[in-house]
């Protein structure tokens, strides 16, 4: 009997596991799981990803008496950031001698192909997902624009979305530093008042802060911190395999992503964070392309976007 098609076998595996490396790659990070679950994991199109920023109050809002004349003018409230797309991609290879020769047959063909889109899979969740961490320099600026440069350590300089950060300071995020601001760093013993802190820095009436990421040392401090009876967790984090204990109202997350930086916590309101993308180019499977001086068929998993932000006032970052 003649050996199945490898090359058919790839493209059909692929098209039907893109979903599922989609799901992979959102469950193996607590950021891209809360943001799933806001339905803030959204599709872009265009030249750059336009993310559109509420940053100020409506001016016109007024009491009145009777028949007081109202203030209709117009208010500008509402701005745009403009990120650029980023793009990676990860190959499935197949020679000529392993299809023909080395693994003929069906089930041999498939334990071949399962354990290169494994490897596919997990290579491109690890780098997406290192790249959430990222401050999007990384591989001459391809990397995605991740935590290090949305909440970024030194928020008053640089461009982010096109817009200047040393001219608006609504484009800034708070920033808490635990020896120049808490006076001596962070331990145990005083890595509560330091988070009391940078939480109410990004706190704005009823905005605050819903997810805390935490590198080991500081989750270590903050869960050495805690009487038993506070060990208060979220199932669903606990559940998707999170490490995570509350902190008013916030999900206090252990990061133990390469990419997170040492002595860091992210102080996040995932309102208003985003990973935007290209639908055609979430995990998708290009063509299968024969080599034209080799004896071999490579196909591409590919993905298209970034992470961006509608308003970084009410981001924050404690760090040593």
């Known amino acids: 009997m003649a050996s199945p098609n490898l090359s058919e076998i790839i493209t059909t595996t692929l098209r039907n596991r893109s979903g599922e490396l989609a799901d992979n790659v959102s469950n193996g990070n607590a950021l891209l799981m809360r943001l799933k679950e806001k339905g803030a994991w959204k599709p872009a199109s265009g030249r750059t990803i336009v993310q559109e920023l509420d940053y100020a109050e409506n001016g016109t809002f007024m009491y009145y008496s009777g028949g007081e004349q109202l203030n209709v003018g117009a208010s500008d409230v509402l701005s745009a950031a403009e990120f650029d797309w980023k793009q990676a991609a990860c190959a499935v290879v197949a020679t000529g001698l392993e299809v023909d020769v080395q693994n003929t047959g069906k089930e041999a063909i498939i334990d071949l192909l399962e354990a290169r889109i494994k490897n596919a899979q997990r290579t ?24 290090q440069l949305l909440v970024a350590d030194a928020p008053t300089s640089g461009t982010v979305g096109g817009i200047n950060r040393a001219t608006y300071s609504f484009w800034q995020n708070q920033v808490y530093d635990a020896s120049s601001d808490g006076g001596t760093a962070a331990t145990a013993s005083n890595i509560q008042t330091y988070m009391n802190a940078m939480y109410l820095e990004c706190t704005r009436g009823g905005d605050k802060p819903d997810l805390i990421l935490a590198d080991a040392n500081y989750y270590k401090l903050f869960w050495g911190s805690m009487q038993a009876i506070q060990r208060v967790t979220d199932s669903k984090m606990a559940e998707a395999g999170f490490q995570n204990i509350k902190f008013s109202g916030a999900d206090v997350v252990y990061e133990d992503n390469s990419g997170m930086p040492t002595n860091h916590m992210y102080f996040l309101n995932t309102d208003y964070i985003y ?27 590919t993905f298209a976007g970034n992470m961006t932000t509608s308003n970084a006032s009410l981001q924050g970052v404690l760090k040593a």
């Open 124 to 147: 491109m969740r690890n780098n997406i997902c290192n790249g959430m961490y990222s401050d999007g320099t990384g591989t001459g600026g391809k990397q995605i624009g991740g935590l």
């Open 275 to 301: 990973l935007r993308y290209a639908p055609k180019r979430l995990f998708k499977p290009l063509e299968k392309v024969q080599s034209i001086n080799q004896d071999a068929m490579v196909q591409l998993i």
